[in-house]
C-alpha cells in the first residue's frame, strides 16, 4: 500500500498488541513526521531492552542482571513467593508496599482454548523452588479473571500436599480485570486480607 520503508514500518507497527492498521498507519506516519533524533531515541530505546535485558534465573522477573532486583536484596524474605502471571504484576505488587517477599513469573495463566496448559506455565519452577528455598507461603496472585481463578485453583490444588500455607488474594479486586490495573490501595488490601486456600 505505501512505499517500500514506510509499509515495513506499518506492518511492524501493526503487529504490536492493541494496534489495529489504522493505528499502525497513524504512528508511522508520526515518525515519518518527527525530527529524526526523536525516532531514533525510540528505536534505541527498543535495541537497549532487547539488549540489556534478561529474565530473572530464579523468579522469571525481567532485570540487567541474571538474577533481578528483587531476588538480589538480601533484605526481601525468600520464605515468602507471591505468584504473579506477568512481570508488569510485580510493579502493581510493589507499589502496595505490603509485600517483603519475593515473586515466581508463571508467566501467563491456564488457558485451554489458546493451549495453555501448565507445561507452557512456570509451574516445574515454582515446585522446584519451593524445595529448595524452604517456603513457607505461596500467595497466589494471579488476576481476578477466570483464566487467573482456574489457575489459583490448579496451582492450590498442586501445592496441598505440601507443608507450606497456601493463600490466595482476597476478593474486592474488580473482576475480570487485571491486576496491573488495580490502584495500589486496593491490591494492597487484597494481599493484607488474603485467606488460605483449599487445594
Ligand atoms: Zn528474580
Do not use: W
Amino acid at each position: 500500500m505505501f512505499a517500500g520503508p514506510i509499509q515495513d514500518l506499518v506492518d511492524e507497527l501493526g503487529r504490536l498488541p492493541g494496534i489495529g492498521p489504522k493505528s499502525a498507519q497513524r504512528i508511522a506516519f508520526y515518525l515519518l513526521k518527527v525530527a529524526k533524533e526523536d525516532a531514533l531515541r525510540l528505536a534505541g530505546a527498543i535495541v537497549e531492552v532487547k539488549e540489556r535485558t534478561r529474565l530473572c534465573v530464579r523468579c522469571f522477573n525481567v532485570g540487567e542482571h541474571e538474577l533481578c532486583a528483587i531476588c538480589s536484596d538480601s533484605r526481601r524474605d525468600p520464605s515468602m513467593v507471591c505468584v504473579v502471571e506477568d512481570p508488569r504484576d510485580i510493579v502493581a505488587v510493589e507499589r502496595t508496599r505490603e509485600f517483603r517477599g519475593t515473586y515466581h513469573v508463571l508467566g501467563g495463566a491456564l488457558n485451554p482454548i489458546e493451549g495453555v496448559g501448565p507445561e507452557q506455565l512456570r509451574v516445574r519452577e515454582l515446585l522446584a523452588r519451593i524445595d529448595t528455598e524452604q517456603v513457607s507461603e505461596v500467595i497466589l496472585c494471579t488476576n481476578p479473571n477466570l483464566e487467573g481463578e482456574a489457575t489459583a485453583i490448579y496451582l492450590a490444588r498442586l501445592l496441598a500436599p505440601m507443608s507450606i500455607r497456601v493463600t490466595r488474594i482476597a476478593s474486592g479486586l474488580p473482576v475480570g480485570g487485571d491486576l496491573e490495573y488495580a490502584d495500589a490501595l486496593t491490591l494492597g488490601r487484597a494481599l493484607e486480607g488474603r485467606r488460605e486456600i483449599a487445594g
